[in-house]
Structures are given as structure tokens and as C-alpha cells.
């Protein structure tokens, strides 16, 4: 199950990684494209104060073209993402690295830039330094923890040699020299590369979640193929929940076998559709039963089902519960008989209690939980057997010696069937 999960989740999480790419540069182009509106209210608003001085229109028009680029790149990358798949998954992750270095590259760009117009470590502090940060931060949509810790790598790598570069040139009047300061620059770069790592973390516990999530899911479904529909869903909890693997082996179950009485005559005169409808309508509530009860349908055989209480599963009393599904079903058929809900129908049910070996049979296409043994066999004859005794439901002493009734049973001994050479007492409760 946990292959199936793990091949599902690598087939969903690649499809995962190409939306998050692109919503990743959809969330930086909006980011950039704030930023720009912001960087014009600045120029609007202090061009009188400004405006002479001949670093500040060249500042701000540099800004605007470097974000302009940026927007268009992201805006680019977010349509042109979904085609980079058809490069092959290494190519792939080759132009994702490449998109992340040339990403973090853009704002060092820009501080250059700046570098030919500003003094000493001054375009170390204007706020496009700061888009290191917005870039690490949106890098953990990648979903790759590598890629974070190497678009932080790079950030820090790059920031501190154009700090180095700039503690070199000469300092504005008034003002220390850059050089003193490199060691909070390195400071600086560092939080960049912790800043990358912290995102590769986000990463990996997302793609754990992730994981855990689609496991969950395919053990779901490999369940439910299983065991087809007629399971109840406190069962497939509890699979998933203990990690339960099918396999064979002996286990102690109660079997039921019930059958509708005379449905072939039922059947004679009635369409298909009308056929189905009344199996649907009375197996409904049949099968709800059993399942309430913690019994597991296995097969339904046109007019009749087999229904297991204690496998894959195992109960505190697998044979109480399956006496007690018995009887509610009986009284259930019953008012629904008497209120005219249904056509009048009469029911019978076998169950009988023992080692069974239990475990999957088919291809790997298509496999079916089953039972084998001669319990199995006992509770099909039982069934079987409340045509001769007039009787609906026909226990055998390996259950009743297990349960607690409320009634008193009528007790048939001696009985003889076909396959099994030593007689039985069969207990009648209805």
C-alpha cells in the first residue's frame, strides 16, 4: 500500500511543483508590481524636496526599470512554466536552479547599479536589498529543500561580495568607512543563508504532510478495491490507522450466510429494473446493519450475501456481533414487512464460528478478501438448513457458546450435513 502511495504522491507532487512554480511568480510579480506603485508615490510625492538633488531621479528611475524586469521575468515565467516539463524531469530541475539563480541575481544586479551612482555601502541600505528576503521567503513554494538552501547560498554568497566591493570605495563626508562595517554585512549575508535553510525546512514538513496525506489515500483505496464497498468506514479507519497489511493467515471468525426465501418465483415476473430495485432496497439496510455490527460483507450472490465478523479486524466478541446484526435484521425486515415499505419478504441466515484461513485471492488487478475452511462451509449449510427446520436463523454451539441471548433458543440436536460426518446441535433463535 505504501508503494501505491508513495507512486501516487510522486505523480501528484510533480504536477504540485509545476502550479506552486507558477503561482510562486504570479505572488512576486504582484509583490513587484506594489512595489513599483510605492517607489512612484515616493517619487511623486518628495520631488519638490528632491528633485535637485542628482542622485534621486536617477535612483528612482534605475529602480523602476529593475523592477519593471522583474515584473515582466515573473510575469514570463508564470505563463512558460507548465511547458518546462516537456524538457524531461532533469532538465526540469536544471532550469529551476537556473530561474532561482538568475532570480536572486536580479536585486545584486540592481545594488551595482546603484554602486555607480550612490557612495560607499549606501545601496546596501535602500530597500531593494530587501527583495533577498521576499525571494528566499517565496523560494519554499518550491518544494524542494535543496533549491531553498541554494537560493539562500546564493543571496549570502552575493551580498557579501558586493559589500566587499562597495566597503572599498571611498565615504561620504561625515562618515565612517564602509570597511568597518563589513562584519555586519556578513551578518547580514548569514541571516540569508538561515533564511534559505529555514525554508527548506518549511519545505520538507510540507512534503511530509503531503506524503502522509496521499499515503493515506491510496491505503484508502486499496482498501476499498479490496473489499469492495461493503466495509464500514470505522473499519477502513482502523486498517489505515494501524498500518494493517492483508496477508494470509489462520484467524477465529463468525460467518454469516443469508439468502432470500423463494426470490427465484420473486424474480419470474418482474423486469431487470425492478429486479435490481428490490435487491438495492432490502440489501441496503442488510448491509448497513452488518457493517454497524463491524461485520464486512464479502460477497453478495444475487439473492443472498456473505458477511465475516472478526476478520481483517478483530472484535471483542466477533460472534456476539454477529448474532446481534442477525437479529436486528430480522426485526428490521420485519417492520418494514408490516409498514408495506417493501414487498413481503422473508429471510434466512446461517451463522456458524471457527478457524478460517483468510488472506487475498486474484491477480494484481483484482483481488478479493476471502475466506477458506470448513466453517465456512457449516455456515453455508446452516443457512441451508432453516428451509428443512421452518426456522430464519440457525446458529451453530461454537457461537452460541460465546454470546449472551435474551431469548431462549430453540435447541435442534443431532443434525446431520452433507460434508460433515459428526452431528451438531443447531440452536434456533427465530
Keep these: 500500500m505504501k508503494l501505491n502511495g508513495t507512486k501516487l504522491f510522486e505523480e501528484t507532487f510533480s504536477d504540485e511543483i509545476i502550479s506552486s512554480e507558477s503561482f510562486r511568480s504570479k505572488i512576486l510579480a504582484g509583490i513587484v508590481g506594489f512595489i513599483i506603485i510605492v517607489v512612484?508615490?515616493?517619487?511623486?510625492?518628495?520631488?519638490?524636496?528632491?528633485?535637485?538633488?542628482?542622485?534621486?531621479?536617477?535612483?528612482?528611475?534605475?529602480?523602476?526599470?529593475?523592477?519593471?524586469?522583474?515584473?515582466?521575468?515573473?510575469?514570463?515565467?508564470?505563463?512558460?512554466?507548465?511547458?518546462?516539463?516537456?524538457?524531461?524531469?532533469?532538465?526540469?530541475?536544471?532550469?529551476?536552479?537556473?530561474?532561482?539563480?538568475?532570480?536572486?541575481?536580479?536585486?545584486s544586479i540592481a545594488l551595482i547599479i546603484y554602486s555607480f551612482s550612490l557612495p560607499s555601502t549606501i545601496p546596501l541600505f535602500t530597500p531593494i536589498s530587501l527583495l533577498y528576503f521576499i525571494i528566499i521567503m517565496l523560494s519554499s513554494l518550491e518544494l524542494d529543500f535543496k533549491l531553498c538552501v541554494f537560493t539562500g547560498a546564493m543571496a549570502a554568497i552575493q551580498y557579501s561580495?558586493?559589500?566587499?566591493?562597495?566597503?572599498?570605495?571611498?565615504?561620504?563626508?561625515?562618515?565612517?568607512?564602509?570597511s568597518?562595517?563589513?562584519?555586519?554585512?556578513?551578518g547580514v549575508a548569514l541571516l540569508f543563508f538561515i533564511s534559505g535553510h529555514t525554508a527548506g525546512l518549511i519545505t520538507n514538513q510540507i512534503k511530509k504532510e503531503l506524503q502522509k496525506h496521499y499515503n493515506v489515500i491510496a491505503e484508502r483505496n486499496e482498501i476499498q478495491k479490496l473489499f469492495g464497498q461493503q466495509i464500514s468506514k470505522e473499519i477502513v479507519d482502523e486498517l489505515v490507522k494501524n498500518e494493517y497489511r492483508v496477508q494470509s493467515r489462520v484467524r477465529f471468525v463468525a460467518?454469516?450466510?443469508?439468502?432470500?426465501?423463494?426470490?427465484?418465483?420473486?424474480?419470474?415476473?418482474?423486469?431487470?429494473?425492478?429486479?435490481?430495485?428490490?435487491?438495492?432496497?432490502?440489501?441496503?439496510?442488510?448491509?448497513?446493519?452488518?457493517?454497524?455490527?463491524?461485520?464486512?460483507?464479502?460477497?453478495?450472490?444475487?439473492?443472498?450475501?456473505?458477511?465475516?465478523?472478526g476478520a481483517p479486524v478483530e472484535h471483542e466478541n466477533d460472534c456476539q456481533l454477529a448474532v446481534n446484526a442477525a437479529i436486528e435484521i430480522h426485526k428490521e425486515l420485519k417492520r418494514r414487512n408490516n409498514e408495506g415499505l417493501i414487498p413481503e419478504t422473508v429471510i434466512r441466515i446461517g451463522i456458524n464460528a471457527g478457524e478460517v484461513v483468510t488472506g487475498n485471492v486474484g491477480t494484481s488487478e483484482r483481488k478479493q478478501y476471502s475466506i477458506t475452511g470448513q466453517p465456512v462451509i457449516v455456515a453455508a449449510r446452516l443457512e441451508q438448513l432453516n428451509k428443512e427446520l421452518g426456522s430464519s436463523i440457525l446458529i451453530s454451539s461454537n457461537v452460541y457458546d460465546r454470546i449472551v441471548l435474551n431469548i431462549e433458543p430453540m435447541i435442534h440436536r443431532d443434525i446431520f450435513i452433507k460434508g460433515i460426518p459428526a452431528p451438531l446441535t443447531v440452536y434456533q433463535l427465530v
Design 40 to 107: 512612484l508615490l515616493v517619487a511623486f510625492i518628495y520631488e519638490n524636496k528632491f528633485g535637485d538633488t542628482s542622485h534621486f531621479n536617477v535612483i528612482i528611475e534605475l529602480t523602476l526599470i529593475i523592477l519593471g524586469v522583474i515584473l515582466i521575468r515573473a510575469l514570463f515565467i508564470s505563463k512558460g512554466v507548465k511547458r518546462w516539463n516537456r524538457f524531461g524531469v532533469k532538465t526540469f530541475i536544471l532550469i529551476r536552479y537556473v530561474n532561482a539563480l538568475v532570480e536572486i541575481t536580479l536585486p
Design 255 to 309: 460467518i454469516m450466510f443469508l439468502d432470500i426465501r423463494n426470490f427465484s418465483i420473486f424474480a419470474q415476473n418482474k423486469s431487470p429494473e425492478e429486479i435490481i430495485a428490490y435487491q438495492n432496497i432490502i440489501f441496503s439496510f442488510i448491509i448497513e446493519i452488518i457493517n454497524k455490527n463491524n461485520g464486512i460483507v464479502t460477497q453478495i450472490m444475487g439473492d443472498g450475501l456473505m458477511a465475516i465478523f
Design 180 to 186: 568597518d562595517f563589513y562584519p555586519l554585512y556578513l
Design 161 to 178: 561580495l558586493i559589500a566587499y566591493f562597495l566597503i572599498s570605495k571611498p565615504a561620504m563626508d561625515g562618515m565612517m568607512e564602509g
